[in-house]
Structure formats: C-alpha cells, structure tokens
C-alpha cells in the first residue's frame, strides 16, 4: 500500500512538472519569436515576416501595411513589457520603435502592441502575430 502511494505520488510530481515545462517552452517560444520578428522589422526583412509571422488570414492587409512603411528605416527597438499566458495560448508584448521616414532625418518613436496566439494543430503549434504592423506617422 506505501508502495502505491509513493509511486501516485511520484506519478503526480512528474506530470506536473511536465506541464511546467510545457508552459516554459511556449514561453520560451514566444520571445524567441518576438525577438526574431522585431529584429526583421529593424533589419528591413518584413517583406519574409508577411509569410512567418501573421497567420494566412492577415497577410494580404500585413503585405499591404509593410509596402506603406517601405521609406521607414527602423533605428532601435525596446521591449518594455511582455505577458504570456501559456494555459490560453495568447500573448501581449508592447514595444517602443524608434524610426525615421526617409527623407527626413528626424527619429521619432511610436509604441506598438503586438497581441500574439499560439495557433496550429495538436503537435505543429507555434506563435502567430495576430496584429499588423505599426502606423509610423
């Protein structure tokens, strides 16, 4: 009978700490692919972000907003807060960009807040930008 319950116990303990991993790898995830995205949008590769980041549904309007900002030149990015919530599959992660319109010289700063879900099928889930990119005035 102790036995038993020492082997429930343990049962218990690891499937627990599988589901703490679990929500650690989607974490991890999340700022992986946040880290990725923002660097795309500093570099000037949005045109490969349209097809790895916004899920199908959104791409044509995301397309349509990177061409708008194509005289933008993204100089710096800061990340000032980042929530993820695993258990629903969503995530916020609001940032300020720094950037110039060409021809101006002028750095101006704009605040985006990007709202992120983890999408797909039961074993191919990953986080998709559920938000456009930003107006840079």
């Given at each position: 009978m102790l036995l038993r319950m020492m082997l429930l116990?343990?049962?218990v303990a690891l499937l627990g700490g599988c589901e703490t991993m679990q929500k650690r790898n989607i974490a991890w995830e999340l700022d992986e692919?946040?880290?990725r995205y923002?660097?795309?949008l500093?570099?000037?590769e949005m045109d490969t972000a349209v097809y790895v980041f916004p899920p199908e549904e959104l791409q044509q309007e995301f397309a349509r907003k990177v061409?708008?900002?194509?005289?933008?030149t993204v100089t710096d990015f800061r990340i000032k807060k980042m929530e993820c919530f695993p258990e629903k599959g969503e995530a916020t992660v609001i940032l300020d960009i720094d950037?110039?319109?060409?021809p101006s010289i002028t750095v101006k700063t704009v605040e985006d807040r990007q709202e992120w879900k983890y999408l797909g099928e039961k074993d191919n889930k990953r986080w998709r930008l559920m938000t456009?990119?930003?107006d840079f005035p």
């Amino acid at each position: 009978m102790l036995l038993r319950m020492m082997l429930l116990i343990v049962v218990v303990a690891l499937l627990g700490g599988c589901e703490t991993m679990q929500k650690r790898n989607i974490a991890w995830e999340l700022d992986e692919n946040s880290k990725r995205y923002n660097k795309m949008l500093r570099w000037r590769e949005m045109d490969t972000a349209v097809y790895v980041f916004p899920p199908e549904e959104l791409q044509q309007e995301f397309a349509r907003k990177v061409q708008a900002a194509k005289n933008v030149t993204v100089t710096d990015f800061r990340i000032k807060k980042m929530e993820c919530f695993p258990e629903k599959g969503e995530a916020t992660v609001i940032l300020d960009i720094d950037y110039y319109r060409e021809p101006s010289i002028t750095v101006k700063t704009v605040e985006d807040r990007q709202e992120w879900k983890y999408l797909g099928e039961k074993d191919n889930k990953r986080w998709r930008l559920m938000t456009l990119p930003p107006d840079f005035p």
